[in-house]
Nanobody
């Protein structure tokens, strides 16, 4: 069974930093793209950053230059370093992994971790 477990959320003042981590247990299956999403109260879930199995990364414009996504394939982990945090970054952050299962791919989600940025 595929499981994703996030850690590292918390409360921080504006301008501060946090680092989120996500560990994926996928058994014998490999992971293609890993990503971080977030969902603020009353808003839709939005993409924050992605990283492919080839190391390509993509960021939402709102976090470009402040957040960095990184991945360790040997450990099936992905991290999100968040610097210069703003109150509008407050949200529940979710890790996502696209898992290759034979000839099919399936997306899995973590349980989410709360990030709160105070002004």
């Amino acid at each position: 069974q595929v499981q994703l477990v996030e850690s590292g959320g918390g409360l921080v003042q504006a301008g501060g930093s946090l680092r989120l981590s996500c560990a994926a247990s996928t058994g014998i299956f490999s992971i293609n793209t890993m990503a971080w999403y977030r969902q603020a109260p009353g808003k839709q879930r939005e993409l924050v950053a992605t990283t492919t199995s080839r190391g390509l990364t993509h960021y939402a414009e709102s976090v470009l230059g402040r957040f960095t996504i990184s991945r360790i394939d040997s450990k099936n982990t992905v991290s999100l370093q968040m610097n210069s945090l703003k109150p509008e970054d407050t949200a529940v952050y979710y890790c996502s992994a696209e898992v290759q299962i034979l000839f099919d791919t399936r997306n899995y989600w973590g349980q989410g971790t709360q990030v709160t940025v105070s002004s």
